[in-house]
């Protein structure tokens, strides 16, 4: 094992250093040109200019503009050559084929219920826009017949997790963006591993770059030797590319088409806090039982198809169900999974926060590990707070990260000068991503309120109305206000000057970092 770990730093070394001088190169090289030679000079502003024209006329959001031109101008050798290593939203043309592919193969098996649509725009209006917007985007249909439970300690998920892997019969779909080989991952391993020699068909997914310092390398091999089928996405290469700035954040798990889990928890210790590197780590998830699974096992099986493309669409016909339990739950409301990608240019998951916010008549609650905000959305919250909607969000007390932590604080002082109600969680770190508004809707999933997973990268949440989630979800927001520290503006007119103005220069680029 530690030689495993030696050459999984070695490989990590390795990237840094060969992408660093093929940086220093490049701008070298450039430089050159234009400190030597006047048409070197003149051809670096002209591309300058004409870059920054190019970014002005396209159709992203202000925040990522402001924060490219001033580089580019500033800087204009290393913007230039930044903003065509990493600005450009695009992924590779075979992973944007594939995926494109692989969402009309599931196509026929994505299937939307007119009634239960009227039904939920009969009973409420409200609700019903939010719900049809993601309907209109064709991918995402609303569901009744659907339990949920809502977990506020991922150690109760954990649990029930594995209780209901060992339940399975036909196949495992789990895909996670951070894998650390410790007990939390090695429990669930051996019991994949039980279910593969069981004849269960175990599929897993894993982002490199979340996993990268926690797996060995080429771990995929080690778990095919298990009988558990294995694709890693989007490996990390000692090459600039802009690709490498896209990841797949989403956290799933589909045991046989009738029972999913979504929600903020990765697969390592510090998440049931066997570790405690940032005090008490909490974190929130759901899980679904019912016709609303059949969302996320379409997701799973396009991003599937998206690294490599090998299930026709026959195959990936029987991994639906036909008929479903009648589950009778009290409050069984609708069930709406959904996921967000940069394949294109629909922000899903700021548009559904950005609806949750805009149509609360009472209150609006909000958990987010970072807080790195748009204008849209501190628009948003400002103007609910001042409409006199009850509006709280909770950070963290313990930052994982200490830059991202002072770029949220950053944002406080707007927020609360508002009316916005900021609380940090005492115990320590909250991971969870969660939305709750009025006692009727929520939404649980993988999307923080950040710049790179409202725009960079794949991401998921799950949509609760009336579902006995919705109610759980917001008793343990009213026991989390009570663990926290509230921020008043007497903490932020106090923050160190020598802070104000990092914390300027970091929501600048707030959209790079």
């Known amino acids: 094992m530690q030689g495993e770990t030696r050459f999984t730093l070695s490989r990590i070394a390795i990237i840094i250093l060969s992408i660093f001088i093929q ?12 400190g030597f030679y006047m048409v070197g000079a003149v051809a670096t502003t002209v591309i300058a200019v004409g870059l920054v024209l190019w970014i002005v006329s396209r159709n992203i959001n202000p925040s990522f503009k402001i924060s490219w031109i001033i580089l ?12 065509f290593l990493l600005g450009r939203p695009n992924l590779t043309k075979g992973l944007k084929v594939r995926g494109e592919n692989a969402e009309k193969k ?15 725009e009969k009973k409420n209006p409200s609700v019903s826009k939010q719900s049809k917007y993601l309907e209109r985007l064709g991918k995402f249909p609303v569901y009744t017949n659907t339990k949920t439970e ?14 209901q892997l060992r339940q399975a019969k036909s196949f495992i779909f789990m895909e996670y963006f951070i894998v650390a080989d410790d ?16 004849g269960v068909e175990v599929r897993f997914i894993y982002d490199d770059m979340g996993s990268v310092t926690r797996l060995p390398y080429k771990y995929e091999k080690s778990l095919e030797k298990f009988g558990i089928q294995c694709r890693v996405f989007n490996p990390l290469m000692p090459l600039l590319a802009i690709v490498m700035n896209h990841r797949d954040h989403r956290k799933i798990t589909v045991i046989d088409g009738i029972v999913g889990f979504t929600g903020g928890f990765n697969l390592a210790d510090e998440y049931i806090n066997r570790t405690s590197p940032h005090g008490l780590w909490k974190d929130a998830s759901v899980k679904l039982e019912g016709e609303a699974v059949a969302s996320f096992t379409a997701m799973f099986l396009q991003m599937w198809n998206s690294i490599k493309d090998s299930d026709s669409q026959e195959e990936c016909g029987k991994y639906f169900l036909e008929d ?6 009290d409050g069984m409301g609708y069930v709406q999974p959904y996921c967000d990608t940069p394949l294109d240019h629909e922000c899903v998951g700021e548009n559904v926060y950005l609806n949750m916010i805009q149509n609360a008549k009472k209150y609006v609650y909000c958990f987010t590990p970072y807080l790195i905000l748009d204008n849209e959305t501190i628009e948003a919250f400002c103007l609910a707070a001042k409409s006199g909607i009850d509006v709280r969000i909770v950070t963290p007390n313990i930052p994982d990260k200490k830059m991202v932590f002072r770029l949220s604080q950053s944002y406080y002082q ?17 991971h969870s991503k969660c939305f709750l508004s009025d006692d009727k809707i929520a939404v649980c999933g993988t999307i923080n309120l950040d710049y790179r997973s409202l725009y960079l990268h794949f991401e998921c949440g799950c949509l609760l109305y009336h579902t006995k ?45």
Do not use: H
Request: net charge negative.
């Open 23 to 34: 940086m220093v190169y490049i701008g070298v090289f450039v430089w050159y040109l234009a």
């Open 469 to 513: 989630a919705v109610m759980q979800m917001k008793e343990d927001m009213e026991k989390t206000f009570r663990q926290s520290i509230e921020i008043t503006k007497k903490f932020c007119d106090e923050t160190p000057f020598f802070r104000r103005v990092l914390q300027s220069i970091l929501t600048l680029f707030a959209p790079l970092l």
């Open 324 to 329: 479903y339990p009648d589950y009778k739950e």
């Open 106 to 120: 599931l196509k026929p098996y994505v299937v939307f219920n007119k009634n239960i649509s009227a039904a939920l």
């Open 183 to 198: 007990s939390m991952w090695n429990e669930i391993l051996d019991i994949l591993k039980e279910k593969a020699a069981e």
């Open 72 to 83: 580019i101008l500033v800087i204009p050798i290393f913007g230039i050559l930044i903003y």
């Open 414 to 430: 707007p927020l609360i000068n508002a009316g916005v109600r900021i609380f940090q969680y005492e115990p320590g770190f909250i």
């Open 150 to 163: 809502y977990y506020a300690k991922t150690e109760d998920a954990f649990e029930e997790l594995k209780n």
